[in-house]
């Protein structure tokens, strides 16, 4: 079995939110791989896959239209 876990956290790195904040206030710090930095909004998704088999490639490509390619 396979298992991850994705984990977002949503900020806004400015001090404030819009023209002038709009009476709004942002976190005004950066981007930070810190697992304990505080966020407003976080997500915490596990997933678990069964075992992976192996298979074939899959690929679809659709064809390719403009005008450097119309003869």
Known sequence: MTAI???TRSFHPD???GV??????????????????TARIHH?????RPQA?????????????GAALAR
């Open 20 to 37: 002038g904040g709009l009476g709004f206030e942002g976190d005004d710090r950066d981007f930070s791989f810190d697992k304990n930095v």
């Open 44 to 48: 915490i998704m596990p997933i678990i």
């Open 5 to 7: 876990t994705i984990i």
């Open 15 to 17: 001090a404030n939110v």
């Open 53 to 65: 088999q192996k298979g074939a490639p899959k690929q679809r490509l659709g064809r390719s239209r």
